[in-house]
């Protein structure tokens, strides 16, 4: 599902935001020309620099697409994710990239508070990402504008800030396209999808199902 300019340009005002938790799914790419998805094809970077945790050169990467309005990929990172960062990335194990794949007008405007609150600083970009999943019924589905203003205020961005990074056509124009080819290329169509080394798991995957994919990954 493709956050397209049109869409977004018409519907995210912060005048209109608080409006649009109804808005329904705007389209689905073909599958008819969606390609094999290769590592190399996961690895690349887009229009964004990835977000990344973990050791460039680690021997396995585990890639994420998620959209912040996504209660799975909100119950991935309370409940998965820390067993993940503390078993795996904190050891120097593997690298952890998250990649934003918004569903939806609002989790294309977390998405695009997050980057302008962390910059080039994936550090600062994932406490923005966890706060963001933690608060996520306050924001989603109550007074959006007003929460995304709060969240931005306690990272430091004056509410004018704000205003200015939710009207950002070039950043919005680039989650786009990474949302794009994530969609024809490697064949990404829901959330939370994710790769390790390249191969694709889809859904509400367990600590213990991931370590059965990586752990083998270490030895070989």
């Not at 094809?41 to 990344?52: F, I, N, Q, T």
């Not at 680690?58 to 998620?66: G, I, N, Q, S």
């Not at 939806?104 to 406490?127: T, V």
Request: net charge neutral; charged share 25%; aromatic share 8%.
């Amino acid at each position: 599902m493709i956050i397209t300019r049109r869409a977004f340009t018409a519907a995210l005002s912060l005048t209109g935001l608080a409006a649009l938790a109804g808005l329904s799914p705007l389209r689905l790419l073909s599958d008819a020309l969606a390609q094999n998805a290769t590592a190399a094809d996961v690895a690349k970077p887009v229009s964004l620099p990835d977000m990344a945790l973990g050791p460039a050169n680690a021997t396995v990467t585990m890639t994420e697409y998620a959209s912040m309005t996504c209660p799975h990929c909100a119950h991935f990172n309370e409940t998965v994710f820390p067993k993940i960062k503390s078993e795996y990335i904190d050891t120097g194990k593997i690298r952890y990239v998250f990649r934003e794949f918004p569903l939806d007008i609002k989790a294309a405007a977390g998405s695009m508070l997050a980057r302008c609150i962390a910059k080039d600083d994936s550090g600062k970009y994932f406490a923005v990402i966890d706060m963001l999943f933690r608060q996520q019924n306050d924001w989603v589905l109550k007074n959006t504008t007003e929460t995304l203003k709060r969240i931005g205020k306690q990272a430091g961005l004056s509410e004018q800030a704000v205003e200015t990074c939710l009207k950002d056509q070039a950043l919005l124009d680039k989650i786009a396209a990474d949302q794009k080819y994530a969609s024809d290329v490697l064949k990404v169509n829901s959330t939370p999808s994710f790769f390790v080394n390249g191969e694709m798991v889809k859904g509400a995957v367990s600590f213990e199902d991931f370590d059965k994919v990586i752990r083998p990954l270490l030895k070989s």
